[in-house]
């Protein structure tokens, strides 16, 4: 021990009171070793290989996403579709959207083709990086066991559950960062070093390119940290301003890009989060509503679970009124204090920002870190074998349940006469288009993203072109791109899945003095539909 007699007898005294409680030492703010599990029993070999094993079943669950998103349709969702349509060039920008996940999806698409398992494998890998980063980040304050339930449990965060699975694609490559900056940002505080700075610059920016409402949650992460003592020494130690100089550097090209087209970038968002057409009064009211519903939802899920699994006497913590610990540690303090900043910033933006509508979807990736938060702030909740026992199996029934909801929800909606997408003929699309003399390479233009999507997943070697016939310049987008099909001596064909276009969008592609185009139409049943169910349109 070194240092003053005063702060040497604090030592010495907190490493008897923890030998003679049983209770295992927790390093300090500045310790360089992550906290261990307890002493190892005759059987510590079984239980080491126990708890390597979620590890193991994360990965098979992993691969049985993938397989089972290829298994279960040809058909893409919406923003899927937008992947498939993005990925046909590289740009610094995609709408209102950063183009980090189109960059990741374009690259994973050269060696798997623009199809159903690229856009898989891209989900299910993000989707398991994140609850490893989530393992680490845990691992920095907490013992092994303790760390793998923390990770684990966001499987009952609604989030990570059936709307990641269905559609999303920014918002999971966004939920892996913040696991990602958790985990870089907790190290760093514990053990500092440029280096480390570095890479928290880099997962910063790679954040900010996921999505950005990255900014809010490194706000709070940022305001949350300094307010501590223990973490504010370490991030403002030797060699911080990497972190914040190699982030802008990273952003630059993308901010330049937004800069030149503010509009594209910031429509969209702000018409979600502020509707037009919406009163001041009704505006406030829903938004405070959905801020309810946020708040109350984001974590009572996982939190009736673990009540369950773990019970009452855990929750009340020894650990918080034990003699060695009269008040939690700095990483317990540092999540909590995040969480409640996370809370008033939303209130914030909906009392004075104007914002009226809040989807959890939205939210989900701010308060990932819910459950590792409880775990560091009640220490005891992680140090129950028979409550990690039944918390590991109501682990493992979500995430099977949200398996096999996912693969029965389109056979489910096809019985009920439901046309879901998922349930959409691919494969008489693709032969009605090559029957009527389609050669699989001329250029495309789409109605919407949806149908693009996927004709671009059926004819890979295709350029695709959405005129989305709900913008207003759907007419001038045909006519500028058969116009440029014309000058290269190229034909084209015109592709309406769905949604039927009105009779301007087919007549844009035919010259001014020319014919009136005529559109040849198909209604193909769905899959397993029955006689009278609805069918698809395809002209």
């Not at 059987?43 to 590890?55: F, K, Q, S, V």
């Not at 910063?204 to 992460?221: D, E, Q, R, T, W």
Request: glycine residues 8%; charged residues 15%; aromatic residues 10%.
């Amino acid at each position: 021990c070194t240092g003053s007699y005063i702060s040497c007898s604090k030592q010495l005294t907190q490493d008897a009171r923890s030998r003679s409680l049983n209770v295992p030492h927790r390093p300090s703010a500045m310790s360089s070793a992550p906290p261990a599990d307890p002493a190892p029993t005759s059987t510590g070999a079984t239980a080491r290989g126990r708890w390597a094993d979620p590890l193991t079943w994360l990965l098979i669950w992993a691969i049985l996403g993938t397989v089972g998103r290829v298994l279960l349709s040809g058909a893409v969702t919406w923003d899927q579709a937008e992947q498939l349509i993005w990925i046909q060039t590289i740009q610094w920008g995609y709408g209102a959207q950063p183009p980090l996940y189109t960059w990741i999806q374009w690259l994973v698409s050269a060696a798997l083709g623009p199809s159903v398992l690229s856009l898989a494998v891209v989900k299910h890998a993000l989707m398991a990086l994140t609850f490893v980063f989530l393992y680490l980040a845990a691992r920095e304050i907490m013992p092994r066991r303790a760390a793998w339930l923390a990770s684990l449990g966001t499987f009952w965060l609604p989030g990570m559950g059936w709307q990641v699975l269905r559609d999303q694609t920014h918002t999971v490559l966004l939920t892996c960062m913040v696991a990602a900056t958790w985990w870089l940002l907790l190290r760093q505080i514990r053990s500092p070093s440029r280096c480390g700075f570095a890479l928290l610059g880099a997962v910063m920016a790679a954040g900010v390119l996921s999505k950005y409402s990255y900014v809010l949650f490194a706000g709070a992460a940022a305001l949350a940290a300094l307010s501590l003592p223990e973490a504010r020494r370490a991030l403002l130690g030797r060699g911080w301003w990497w972190a914040p100089a190699l982030a802008l550097l990273l952003i630059a090209p993308h901010a330049a890009w937004i800069w030149s087209h503010w509009d594209d970038a910031t429509r969209s968002t702000l018409t979600k989060l502020r509707p037009p057409h919406e009163g001041a009064l009704r505006a406030l009211l829903g938004g405070l509503e959905d801020w309810l519903k946020v708040v109350i939802g984001a974590a009572l899920p996982w939190a009736l679970m673990a009540w369950w699994a773990l019970g009452a006497p855990a929750w009340r913590g020894v650990s918080v009124a034990a003699p060695a610990r009269p008040t939690p540690d700095w990483p317990g303090r540092l999540l909590v204090r995040y969480l409640l900043i996370v809370v008033a910033a939303l209130l914030a933006m909906v009392l004075f920002a104007g914002v009226s509508r809040l989807e959890g979807r939205w939210v989900h990736p701010l308060v990932l870190i819910a459950p590792m938060a409880a775990f560091a702030w009640w220490p005891a909740l992680g140090e129950q074998p028979r409550g990690q026992r039944r918390y590991l199996i109501a682990v493992g029934v979500m995430a099977g349940l949200l398996w096999l909801v996912n693969w029965s929800d389109s056979w489910l909606d096809a019985a009920r006469g439901h046309a879901d997408r998922f349930n959409w003929p691919v494969g008489q699309i693709e032969a009605q288009l090559r029957a009527a003399g389609y050669d699989g390479k001329a250029p495309i233009i789409a109605n919407r993203h949806i149908g693009g999507g996927l004709l671009r997943s059926r004819f890979p070697e295709a350029h695709v072109t959405v005129c989305d016939i709900e913008r207003w310049d759907a007419e001038l987008c045909v006519q500028d791109t058969t116009h440029h099909a014309r000058q290269q001596g190229r034909r084209w064909w015109l592709v309406a899945v769905e949604d039927a276009p009105s009779a301007g969008w087919w007549d844009a592609a035919e010259p001014a003095d020319g014919p009136a185009a005529t559109p040849h139409s198909v209604a193909l049943p769905f899959r397993f539909s029955h006689d009278g169910k609805p069918t698809l349109s395809l002209q």
